[in-house]
């Protein structure tokens, strides 16, 4: 069973990203890997970005049904079991997922974990072996960013900057609670450590791990931080003081 998810894995996920950067470094005008790394992370999150707008569109149509969830709490604060029901009468009533909006962070996980597989394992011949037949086999592939920087090394700053750049995400999804209720009892204590928490654990694991994983993780809190403007924008929702 180990062996057969781990070739699913193998072929859904790791070639198919093995190929798309070797494919990107070969193609590219100057050749550089870092530059192959953000086009493949931009590749993929418009991929994704239906998913993530439908992600948004739920977490801002859940921000927006808060009142009427403190009421049923309060109602309800004694029952744990005619709480739950009724909250999923509102959500059916209102045709909302309350779970759509974590589905685009829980499919990171994979993404991370083949693209961490590709630079473990290096773009050696025998790891080259699982290039498509139509993609051409470099002889050498040079891992730095503009010839300043090792991706297949640890970088302090490159973890900094992924950490800095996913706190900025963060306080932009918060924006989108309404002041009434993310400043008050529960939802306030909740968000408050998470805004310093996942920013101080991508920069943890950002700094244990190739620098590319950290290029990757900039690139998409970046595009993450475009794509919520843009669909801000497109929706005509202004930020709200967290």
Do not use: C
Not at 88 to 110: D, G, H, T, V
Request: no cysteine; net charge positive; hydrophobic share 50%.
């Amino acid at each position: 069973m180990g062996d057969l998810i781990g070739n699913i894995f193998h072929a859904i996920l790791y070639q198919p990203f093995l190929n798309a950067l070797v494919a990107l470094y070969e193609f590219i005008p100057g050749k550089d890997f870092g530059v192959a790394v953000i086009l493949l992370t931009i590749i993929l999150r418009f991929v994704l970005y239906p998913l993530s707008a439908r992600a948004f569109r739920a977490q801002k149509a859940l921000a927006e049904l808060q009142p009427k969830v403190q009421e049923i709490q309060e109602k309800f604060k004694n029952s744990k079991g005619e709480l739950s029901k009724k909250l999923m009468e509102l959500y059916q009533k209102e045709r909302i997922n309350p779970f759509a909006s974590f589905l685009p962070l829980l499919i990171q996980f994979p993404i991370l974990i083949a693209l961490f597989q590709v630079f473990r394992n290096g773009f050696h011949p025998d790891q080259l072996s699982a290039l498509y037949s139509f993609i051409p086999r470099p002889e050498y592939i040079d891992s730095s960013f503009f010839g300043l920087l090792d991706l297949n090394e640890k970088s302090i700053l490159v973890a900094v900057l992924a950490a800095a750049f996913q706190y900025v995400q963060g306080k932009q999804s918060m924006s989108l609670t309404p002041k009434s209720s993310s400043q008050t009892g529960m939802a306030r204590a909740i968000q408050g450590p998470i805004l310093y928490m996942i920013p101080l654990m991508t920069g943890f694991f950002a700094a244990q791990l190739p620098s590319a994983l950290g290029l990757y993780w900039i690139t998409t809190s970046l595009f993450s931080i475009w794509q919520q403007w843009n669909l801000q924008r497109t929706h005509n929702t202004k930020p709200k003081a967290p």
